[in-house]
T-cell receptor, first 116, second 112 residues
Framework: GAVVSQHPSRVICKSGTSVKIECRSL??????MFWYRQFPKQSLMLMAT?????????EQGVEKDKFLINHASLTLSTLTVTSAHPEDSSFYIC????????????FGDGTRLSIL | QKEVEQNSGPLSVPEGAIASLNCTYS??????FFWYRQYSGKSPELIMS????GDKEDGRFTAQLNKASQYVSLLIRDSQPSDSATYLC????????????FGEGTQLTVNP
């Protein structure tokens, strides 16, 4: 149980392109979903927390207009990297949680984004 | 002081040995603790959750929690080369609301 699907797994695109990443909880309804990015040899950096039907809460230093998050249903959240530039290249990982904060987060497989 | 601190490693153990991974946290009000394993280039996967003081065993893995000492550990018995990965300690700190606070991770290598 607790399967989280993330798509696509890898994206290579030109600078200025907008990229959309989907995160789905397959066998449970996720009350909360999270978006992280991870640079090589570093730990996870939380970008934002989203709850279904409400606006995402962004971490300090994360640009809301740059990283658009939509959490349209209890099983789907999307992250759109708008007008991506090479510095946005990173490993983006979503996670989903069923229930309160005492419950674990379950991670998707991640999306490796490369901007040329 | 970091909120969640782990041995920086890398930690290297021979196959069949016990690997011991340690983690300390700063928020005394923390109630939920998790260990994740992350293979190189992959996303984290949940190994153990622990909420109460003492030991919790699941197969070759044992998580230990001591809230008085603000310490949580993960023991891996009969270590296998396939256990080679980075292990992340994660804490739901009372001061962090809904978020998990992750340690920097300990890289474990199990040598055949």
């Amino acid at each position: 149980g607790a399967v989280v699907s993330q798509h696509p797994s890898r994206v290579i695109c030109k600078s200025g392109t907008s990229v959309k990443i989907e995160c789905r909880s397959l066998d449970f309804q996720a009350t909360t979903m999270f978006w992280y990015r991870q640079f090589p040899k570093q730990s996870l950096m939380l970008m934002a927390t989203s709850n279904e039907g409400s606006k995402a809460t962004y971490e300090q230093g994360v640009e809301k207009d740059k990283f658009l998050i939509n959490h349209a249903s209890l099983t789907l959240s999307t992250l759109t990297v708008t007008s991506a530039h090479p510095e946005d290249s990173s490993f983006y990982i979503c996670s989903a949680r069923l229930g309160p904060s005492s419950q674990p987060q379950h991670f998707g497989d991640g999306t490796r984004l490369s901007i040329l | 002081q970091k909120e969640v601190e782990q041995n920086s490693g890398p930690l290297s153990v021979p196959e069949g040995a016990i690997a011991s991974l340690n983690c300390t946290y700063s928020d005394r009000g923390s109630q939920s603790f998790f260990w994740y394993r992350q293979y190189s280039g992959k996303s984290p996967e949940l190994i153990m959750s622990i909420y109460s003081n003492g030991d919790k065993e699941d197969g070759r893995f044992t998580a230990q929690l001591n809230k008085a000492s603000q310490y949580v550990s993960l023991l891996i018995r009969d270590s296998q080369p396939s256990d080679s990965a980075t292990y992340l300690c994660a804490v739901n700190q009372e001061t962090s609301g809904s978020r998990l606070t992750f340690g920097e991770g300990t890289q474990l290598t199990v040598n055949p």
